[in-house]
């Protein structure tokens, strides 16, 4: 089985409707979602889990989601984008593929692109939820 790491972004208020729609969406990997807690802001949450990519999308892919990549060493999460601008501005603004990351440094975090820029999300683990206790 193929998998992919995608992650949902939503607010507090929004996370039963947007764990439904996870499911109704995709076939998910490891019947497991991971729920994150943006360490700042606290009803800011992060859903994470893998989907099969031999299995068809069902529907439109839930606002606010993005696929990643992770260092399960650290736990951290992180888009391509993201590691290109973390490696520049670690490395004097060049981009270098062989760049040594230090990967303890982001333990626990995400790391996106907004506007151009680095963004460094802090998170903790909320809760697992198995995808058959939301049906």
């Not at 409707?17 to 998910?28: A, E, F, G, P």
């Not at 990967?103 to 790391?111: D, G, M, P, R, V």
Request: aromatic share 8%; hydrophobic share 35%; charged share 20%.
């Amino acid at each position: 089985m193929n998998t992919q790491l995608l992650c949902t972004f939503c607010n507090e208020d929004q996370l039963e409707v947007v764990l439904h729609k996870i499911i109704d969406t995709y076939d998910i990997a490891f019947d497991s979602i991971y729920i994150l807690e943006n360490a700042e802001v606290l009803s800011a949450l992060c859903c994470t889990y893998n989907v099969n990519t031999e299995s068809p999308v069902y529907g439109d892919v839930p606002e606010s989601t993005i696929s990643l990549h992770r260092k399960k060493s650290t736990n951290t999460l992180y888009t391509i984008n993201a590691l290109n601008l973390l490696v520049a501005e670690l490395n004097g603004g060049k981009a270098d593929k062989s760049f040594p990351i230090p990967w303890e440094n982001y333990k626990n975090t995400i790391l996106v692109t907004a506007y151009g820029k680095l963004k460094k999300i802090s998170t903790k683990l909320r809760n697992i939820t198995r995808v058959d206790s939301i049906v």
